[in-house]
Nanobody, 130 residues
Framework: QVQLVESGGGLVQAGDSLRLSCAAS????????MGWFRQAPGKEREFVAA????????YVADSVKGRFTISRENAKNTVYLQMNSLKVEDTAVYYC???????????????????????WGQGTQVTVSS
């Protein structure tokens, strides 16, 4: 079993930066791909970014490309989402997620599939004001 706990959310102004962290428990973290999703009020949960277990591949949604960066430190069981040049439309609850080791490897085709991810954190609120 893997437990994920997000932190780092908050209230910022447009143009500011935030770094979200997701701390994972369990000895399997180093072999897990990890992802970030977000859900704004009244909208469906959407993919933001993902990173493979060895960080060889990262994927970022077009809506945040060039502004958000995903990274990980396996020694700390932590994955990060660096968010720069934040916009009002980035306001959402941000969730960390991971597929079980038995799931298919992440690819550009499946990386945004919610059902691929078996473990979810409780979410952290990011609010960007104008």
């Amino acid at each position: 079993q893997v437990q994920l706990v997000e932190s780092g959310g908050g209230l910022v102004q447009a143009g500011d930066s935030l770094r979200l962290s997701c701390a994972a428990s369990g000895r399997t973290f180093a072999i897990l791909s990890m992802g970030w999703f977000r859900q704004a009020p009244g909208k469906e949960r959407e993919f933001v970014a993902a990173i493979t277990w060895n960080a060889d591949n990262t994927y970022v949604a077009d809506s945040v490309k060039g502004r958000f960066t995903i990274s990980r430190e396996n020694a700390k069981n932590t994955v990060y989402l660096q968010m720069n040049s934040l916009k009002v439309e980035d306001t959402a609850v941000y969730y960390c997620a991971a597929p079980a080791p038995t799931e298919p490897a992440l690819t550009p085709v499946n990386v945004a599939w919610l059902h691929l991810y078996d473990y979810w954190g409780q979410g952290t609120q990011v609010t960007v004001s104008s």
